[in-house]
């Protein structure tokens, strides 16, 4: 039942709880002057906003300048057809099935999907492309295989370098702690992070534009 629907009494008690537990959890606020008693323990934030819930998982490399480690469980892996939607002026990258692929074996690309997760505690699927039908494989991939191998148990972030056709890896220099993983299963995270990316017929927008049809 929405607040505003409420008896009178239920709404003042649940109003009166709710301000209870914020005092609870800021006790100096009503009474002092000093800074030092406003801040915020990650305790307070959650008696404040509550749990919160994973909405979004990204697909690709985090940004070069963010350091990340990749889940050492080999279990918590896939392999994929993905296709890049934004050559196709479509956003983020999509599922393919491999059914579908026949149609379009030149715009997918098998990889390996594994968890990573940031010093920000923000986690991405990263693809990591897998050799060719003909068995090539490109520096750029394998210098990123590598690294997704050195990330298990040590802070690195990647910078591509253009001369040497592949990334540079860097490994943090400070003691940083171990990562923090988010509570969803694998499974899970591939759930959220390709909801609404699942190209399962050849009548998906994608497939028909690439076919001609539309």
Request: glycine share 8%.
């Amino acid at each position: 039942m929405a607040a505003d629907n409420l008896p009178r009494e239920g709404h003042q008690e649940t109003v009166s709880a709710l301000v209870t537990n914020i005092a609870a959890a800021f006790p100096h606020q009503s009474t002092s002057d000093s800074v030092l008693d406003l801040r915020v323990t990650p305790d307070a934030v959650g008696a404040t906003y509550g749990k919160a819930i994973l909405v979004d998982v990204a697909i690709g490399k985090p940004a070069k300048a963010y350091f990340w480690r990749t889940d050492p469980n080999d279990e918590n892996a896939t392999t994929l057809y993905t296709l890049d939607g934004s050559k196709q002026g479509a956003e983020g990258t999509y599922a393919v099935s491999p059914a579908i692929v026949p149609l379009i074996p030149d715009h997918v690309r098998l990889v390996t999907i594994r968890p990573v997760v940031t010093t920000q505690a923000v986690t991405h699927l990263l693809p990591i492309p897998l050799p060719g039908p003909d068995g090539r494989w490109n520096g750029w991939h394998q210098s990123l295989a590598r690294a997704v191998e050195m990330a298990k148990s040590r802070w690195i972030r990647l910078s591509p370098n253009q001369f040497r056709g592949g990334y540079d890896v860097f490994e943090a220099i400070g003691q940083l702690p171990e990562p923090q993983w988010p509570a969803e299963s694998f499974e899970e995270l591939l759930e959220i992070g390709f909801r609404g990316r699942l190209i399962t017929s050849e009548d998906h927008p994608l497939i028909q534009q690439l076919l001609g049809v539309a």
